[in-house]
């Protein structure tokens, strides 16, 4: 006897929680860093705080892209130009074919994400307004060197949220188009069956991995932000 199509009301276990927690966390640290610079100078610590979250995640998510379980991992969602493409084509037709975990060019998207975040991260690091706020690697860098980073800072902003809208764009689309809701899954993990394309759920969501790969994380930030030098306090009067 042939297998028996799945049924629209079966449910497969796709993302993993950490999977989950991360892109969660990172959407409410971009936000966040976002209000936190439009209150000002007030909120100029929390901002801060808020880089050095997103960094963690990004550094998290590039451990976990390669350990994780099979649908968090870059080597099955990452594909080549070939494979890109044709899907592209597929996509614009109208007719994308159904896949568990991230399309093709959710894959490529998700690296871009991850490496538009980490230059934001990063630049905040040497950032200052020269009066009352100044990030830990600011005092040690050379001028020529913080003036491009606060350049790149001010000028990556408008890159991620043009990703974003992007983004925000392709769920209401796939929504819209196909029915296909992806935020549901990225909630609950879990999606109908019938729209996996035959893929098969996860086995172990591998939560403490994922706990000691965060707290190394956070610990590599930690020493970067610790490690730089104390300001001059003579730099900001």
């Not at 966040?32 to 550094?59: C, D, F, K, N, P």
Request: hydrophobic share 55%; glycine share 8%.
């Amino acid at each position: 006897m042939g297998r028996e199509p799945p049924n629209s009301n079966d449910q497969i276990t796709v993302w993993d929680l950490p999977t989950r927690v991360f892109h969660w966390a990172l959407v409410l640290s971009l936000v966040g860093s976002w209000i936190t610079h439009e209150l000002g100078l007030a909120w100029m610590e929390w901002h801060m705080r808020l880089g050095y979250l997103a960094l963690t995640l990004v550094i998290f998510r590039l451990a976990w892209g390669l350990v994780g379980p099979r649908y968090a991992r870059f080597s099955q969602f990452l594909t080549a130009p070939g494979p890109t493409l044709r899907y592209l084509s597929l996509w614009l037709k109208g007719n994308p074919p159904a896949a568990a975990g991230h399309s093709p060019i959710g894959g490529w998207a998700v690296i871009v994400i991850l490496v538009a975040v980490a230059v934001q991260a990063v630049s905040g690091l040497f950032n200052s307004d020269e009066i009352l706020y100044s990030g830990p690697w600011h005092a040690a860098a050379p001028t020529a060197l913080t003036d491009r980073m606060e350049a790149l800072h001010a000028g990556n902003f408008n890159v991620l949220l043009t990703l974003i809208a992007v983004h925000l764009a392709v769920m209401a689309k796939y929504w819209m188009r196909w029915r296909r809701n992806l935020v549901g899954p990225m909630l609950t993990g879990s999606m109908p069956a019938a729209l996996a394309g035959g893929d098969k759920a996860i086995s172990s969501q591998r939560v403490i991995l994922a706990v000691i790969l965060l707290a190394a994380s956070a610990a590599s930030v930690w020493l970067i932000v610790t490690a730089a030098p104390a300001p001059d306090p003579d730099d900001f009067f």
